[in-house]
């Protein structure tokens, strides 16, 4: 089974961005559909970003126009940047495919000043 290990959260203020990455231990080729995920304290886990292996994409209403997602198939990597940051945005953050699989870690994103 391919794992998944995500990367390059961290601290932020507001308004500001980061580049998570999420890469795969074998090929994400058969994977069609690969997503970020997020998980806030007390929250359940809520998908935010879809790609296909097309390039098609989708964006949760809360995210879309500051978040984008992208795959490179070559590198079995998944990155997700992140602009405008707001501090809602505070998560941890996950990728996978769809429907999910087994969760990796994730990578935390706290936005805070």
């Known amino acids: 089974q391919v794992q998944l290990t995500e990367s390059g959260g961290g601290l932020v203020q507001p308004g500001g961005s980061l580049r998570l990455s999420c890469a795969a231990s074998?090929?994400?080729?058969?994977?069609?559909?690969m997503a970020w995920y997020r998980q806030a304290p007390g929250k359940q886990r809520e998908r935010v970003a879809i790609?296909?292996?097309?390039?098609?994409?989708s964006y949760a209403d809360s995210v879309k126009g500051r978040f984008t997602i992208s795959r490179d198939n070559a590198k079995n990597t998944v990155y997700l940047q992140m602009s405008s940051l707001q501090t809602e945005d505070t998560a941890v953050y996950y990728c996978?495919?769809?429907?999910?699989?087994?969760w990796g870690q994730g990578t935390q994103v706290t936005v805070s000043s």
């Open positions: 790609t296909s292996s097309g390039g098609v994409t």
């Open positions: 074998g090929s994400i080729r058969s994977y069609y559909v």
């Open positions: 996978n495919r769809v429907p999910p699989g087994s």
